[in-house]
């Protein structure tokens, strides 16, 4: 018998644990932790509110978590309340799939300033985790700046655009519903440091803020390269910038009936966040681009605004005495193998890039990795020998059972129409568990 640990419930570890189910049948258990004592990592707490769809894949890791060899254990720290020194005397093999929670630091002058926040933070605001549930925003100031143009910006920016009303049916969490009801933000200024050509937004999730209610986005026409030159990009990225031009065509008349406003500031690099003790502008340098590299021009200008929110990438959770590649802000491995019996996959393997979806074969790809390492389980005790750990330590564990109990206390409580009403504060979601 194979005993395998998996250290995080997010995407990664679940398609670590059905990989590690298809490679070795019976004869293998899995262990996944959280130390949460909920499950499904960024399902739960990334991926936007308003994006139920994406959210359903869960039902496909609850399949796995309550099959016969697998079993979810939450409300462990693996790190503070089990070493991973631990977990390896125990396990044959530990799989880090942790993430990569933290920001990518924003390293301009003011980024230190009240009501600048990196992305993590703003949305784990309103998703509810409950690191980040007492951020209190204050969204009382007409223009608010987001940076970077991948997809996390896009969801910070409709996030903030949309109506109550357009919340329907999401699972955005009380406090984050009160705060956007009574928001005054009337212009969201998304910062490019590149150019059209150089952004990562998704079509789909682009093509979504020509849908709101109450804002509309606006692209300056002349920040577009010819037409022509789109033919040479990847389908995808062509797809995105067809649906720049479509907003660059929005007639004025349009906008000017919309009480929202969404601006692309392409070829704008931030250079500083001003404020006296909480920002009140941004100020901002015009780059140009050349062979896809931006430069400064040395013309600045400057925005003032009420709120920053950095959404510039993530980074991984460095383990003292693991390799880690800062530089990448991700975990050091050959394909996922980090030393010997200790693995990384999704986000902690490859850093923040991909869909959902690409931690799949991310998974299976380091599993095929693991099968040639592991021929065999060497006697190690693995669930047993954690659980007897866990019991002289008197952990407090959360099982599935004890999920489905959170989740449906959760349901409960869920306003009309709205799939859940998250707990945010870890004490209360084990009360419910008890209650
Ligand atoms: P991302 O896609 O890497 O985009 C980061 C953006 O920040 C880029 O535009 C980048 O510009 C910019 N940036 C980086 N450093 C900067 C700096 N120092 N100053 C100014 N701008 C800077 O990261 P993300 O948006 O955080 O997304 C992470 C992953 O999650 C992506 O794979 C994304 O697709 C995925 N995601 C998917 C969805 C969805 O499918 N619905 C939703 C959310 C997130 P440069 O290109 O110039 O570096």
């Given at each position: 018998m194979l005993h395998i640990a998996i250290v995080g419930s997010g995407p990664a570890g679940f398609y670590t644990a059905e990989a590690a189910q298809k490679q070795w049948g019976d004869d293998v258990t899995i262990d996944i932790f959280d130390m949460l004592p909920v499950p499904y990592g960024l399902i739960r707490s990334g991926v936007a509110p308003d994006h139920q769809s994406i959210k359903a894949v869960a039902r496909r890791y609850e399949a796995t978590a309550c099959s016969d060899n697998c079993r979810f254990t939450g409300n462990v720290a693996i790190g503070r309340d089990v070493s991973i020194a631990e977990l390896q005397e125990l396990y044959d093999a530990v799989v880090m799939a942790t993430g990569a929670p933290n920001d990518k630091a924003l390293t301009i002058p003011g980024a230190g300033l009240a009501n600048v926040f990196g992305s993590a933070a703003f949305v784990g605001w309103y998703n509810g985790h409950p690191a980040f549930a007492g951020l209190d925003p204050d969204l009382s100031g007409e223009t608010a700046v987001v940076i970077g143009m991948g997809n996390v910006a896009l969801d910070v920016a409709r996030i903030l655009a949309?109506?109550?009303?357009?919340?329907?049916?999401?699972?955005?969490?009380a406090h984050a519903l009160d705060a956007l009801k009574a928001s005054r933000i009337r212009r969201i200024v998304i910062l490019g440091r590149r150019g059209p050509h150089q952004i990562m937004m998704t079509p789909k999730e682009l093509g979504e803020l020509a849908q709101l209610e109450r804002a509309s986005p606006r692209v300056d026409p002349r920040d577009l390269p010819d037409a022509g030159d789109d033919a040479m990009l990847e389908p995808g990225l062509r797809k995105s910038v067809t649906h720049l031009r479509s907003f660059a065509a929005i007639p004025a008349s349009h906008h000017a009936d919309m009480d929202v406003e969404i601006d692309f500031d392409f070829f704008a690099s931030p250079c500083a966040i001003r404020g006296d003790g909480k920002v009140e502008s941004v100020e901002v340098e015009r780059t140009e681009v050349t062979a896809g590299r931006a430069t400064g021009t040395g013309e600045t200008y400057t925005i003032p605004c009420g709120m920053v929110v950095s959404c510039i990438g993530y980074q991984s959770s460095p383990i003292a005495g693991l390799p880690f590649d800062e530089r990448a802000g991700r975990f050091a491995s050959d394909e996922g193998r980090i030393l010997p019996g200790l693995y990384c996959v999704g986000w902690a393997r490859r850093g923040p890039s991909g869909t959902i979806g690409t931690n799949r074969p991310d998974s299976i790809h380091v599993v095929e990795r693991m099968a040639e390492d592991l021929k065999n389980g060497s006697g190690k005790p693995g669930r047993a020998g954690f659980d007897e750990l866990a019991k002289r330590r008197g952990l407090k564990l959360v099982t599935f059972d004890d999920w489905k109990q959170i989740e449906a206390a959760e349901a409960a409580r869920a306003r009309d129409g709205a799939p859940r009403e998250k707990f945010v504060d870890v004490d209360e979601m084990i009360a419910a568990r008890e209650g």
């Open positions: 949309k109506t109550p009303a357009e919340f329907a049916g999401s699972d955005i969490v």
